[in-house]
Structures are given as structure tokens and as C-alpha cells.
């Protein structure tokens, strides 16, 4: 069979709280109307991106499926860097917040046909202290929520919005912070500094509307310090954001300092406490599959 047919879905078995073989039966069910072979990997935690390579090398992939949320889409990026290898979404995270930047329908058939498409584009990709950025990552207030999240029995959109008011309350708000890019340095207070790739959280929550994820550069947005009110509006789905909130600047490279330990995140996967952060634009690019437009 000619090597453009030969797929591999890279599924995680844990993520978004639910069993995947149910979804897997229905992936490969929709793939009987196209001509494939299709290999699937279940991530284990351990060592999952060199696996995942040593697969699409010997088998000659060169369409990855990713039935996961964001943690997964980064172990695959990971192993097909300087591939020639497609990406393809099939969302079954927690929040899914890369795959809610692209519209993509609800149902694993319209998915399976994106996949199976010829749409693409070319995703930029980021490093940010040195971990893989696809979507957005960010410093402050937002990170100190996904530490709490981490840490609850609750996932999903309703974990995170139960953690809300509880990280507000006990957050030493607000932050001084130091940004240098463009070859200026900005000094301001805030409650978060997010590194934008994409145009909005998993939560639906539309927070860098002039961001393209194909341009070359990202956005450094700079939360102000408001009151708790505009920082819940800013988090939630169905607010606009709020121009004398936040400051948005592109770039390729940026350097974020803080007075303090802060919460730091890349992803919605919480790194730690830190005082630095520096982004950089990657040279290597995501071949992403999206749907026609």
C-alpha cells in the first residue's frame, strides 16, 4: 500500500476523565471509507514521543490522528519534528484548548473528515523556558488556577470553574512585572502575562483575537490589574476582551521577569513557580489539518 495511506492514531487512554476504546472502534469505523492502514499507539507516560518516532520512521507515517487534548498533541509534535508528517485532531481532553481554536464539529465522522481532507496549515510552534508552546502559556493568575486544578478531584470545564474564586481569593494580586521585546522594556503591574499562539482558552474564552497561529510571530498580552469581576469576564466563555484590560504586543522573542515567584504554565499543563520566562519563536513548524473554510 503506497505510504501516503499509512496512518497512526496516538490516543490517551486517561485524558479528559473517560475510556477511549469506545472512541477508537468509532475512529476506525469512519476510516473504512477511506483507503488506510491504521496503527494505533496508547500513550503510556514513559518515553511515549521516542516510541511514537521510532513508529512513523519504520512504518513510513506520515498522517498522525491525536485523540487526546493538548498534553498529547505536544508528545506528538514532538516526535515528528523535522518530519514531513500531518497532524490531525480528534479532540478527548479535558479542555482541549488547542483544538477549540480551530472549529472543529463535534462528531468523530466530520473530524475523521477533516483529517482525511487536504486543508492545512502550518502552525507556528514556541519555546518557552525551554518547554514546547503550541497554544498559549502564561504567568500569573491563570497558571495558579490550573495548579489548583491539578490538584482537585473535578476535571473538565466545570474543575476549572470551581477553582476560580478560590485561586482569586488566595492570590497575592497584584504582580510587578518586567517585559523586554522589540528591543524595549515594558514595566507594569498585572495579574498575568499569557504568551499567545492561538486566539483563545480551552474554556471558549476569546483572549488574543488578533493572533494568527501561521504568522510568523506571537502576542505577549498583559493582564492589568482590575478587580476580580474583570479577571472572572476575562476567564469566561462569553465575555469580549477588554481593551483597557489588557496590552498586546507581537513578536518572536520576548523576556518576562517578576519581582516574586509566580505560577507558570505552557499549555494548561502547570511547570512551577518562577521569575523568568523567556519565548522564542522555533524555526520548525506543525503541519495541522483544519477544516475548509
Known amino acids: 500500500m503506497d505510504s501516503k495511506n499509512k496512518l497512526l492514531l496516538v490516543v490517551n487512554p ?34 511515549d514521543d521516542h516510541k511514537i518516532r521510532k513508529i512513523i520512521d519504520a512504518k513510513a507515517i506520515t498522517k498522525v490522528l491525536v485523540a487526546g487534548g493538548d498534553g498529547t498533541i505536544q508528545i506528538v509534535a514532538k516526535a515528528i519534528k523535522e518530519r514531513d508528517v500531518a497532524v490531525a485532531l480528534i479532540p478527548a481532553g479535558s479542555a482541549n ?7 472543529l464539529p463535534n462528531t468523530v465522522a466530520a473530524q475523521v473528515d477533516i483529517a482525511m481532507g487536504t486543508h492545512f496549515i502550518m502552525m507556528d510552534m514556541l519555546s518557552i523556558n525551554d518547554h514546547l508552546s503550541l497554544h498559549i502559556a502564561d504567568i500569573g493568575i491563570n497558571a495558579a488556577l490550573i495548579e489548583n486544578y491539578e490538584n482537585s478531584a473535578i476535571r473538565g470545564k466545570l474543575g476549572y470553574a470551581l477553582q476560580t474564586i478560590p485561586t482569586l481569593l488566595a492570590s497575592d494580586l497584584p504582580y510587578d512585572f518586567s517585559i523586554a521585546l522589540n528591543g524595549k522594556t515594558i514595566k507594569i503591574k498585572g495579574v498575568m502575562i499569557a504568551i499567545a499562539n492561538a486566539n483563545q482558552f480551552g474554556t471558549g474564552a476569546i483572549i488574543n483575537p488578533d493572533g494568527e497561529m501561521d504568522d510568523g510571530q506571537f502576542e505577549v498580552l498583559i493582564f492589568k490589574n482590575l478587580g476580580v469581576y474583570d479577571i472572572l469576564k476575562t476567564l469566561n466563555k462569553t465575555s469580549k476582551r477588554d481593551p483597557d484590560f ?48
Open 246 to 293: 489588557v496590552e498586546s504586543y507581537a513578536t518572536k522573542k520576548a523576556l518576562i521577569t517578576c519581582d516574586k515567584e509566580v505560577s507558570f504554565q505552557v499549555d494548561g499543563e502547570y511547570i512551577g513557580n518562577v521569575k523568568e520566562v523567556f519565548a522564542e519563536l522555533l524555526s520548525s513548524k506543525l503541519k495541522i489539518m483544519i477544516p475548509k473554510t
Open 97 to 103: 484548548g488547542l483544538a477549540s481554536n480551530f472549529n
Open 14 to 47: 486517561i485524558s479528559g476523565g473517560s475510556e477511549k476504546e469506545t472512541l477508537i472502534q468509532e475512529i476506525k469505523k469512519e476510516l473504512d471509507h477511506y483507503n488506510v492502514a491504521l496503527q494505533t499507539y496508547r500513550t503510556t507516560g514513559s518515553d
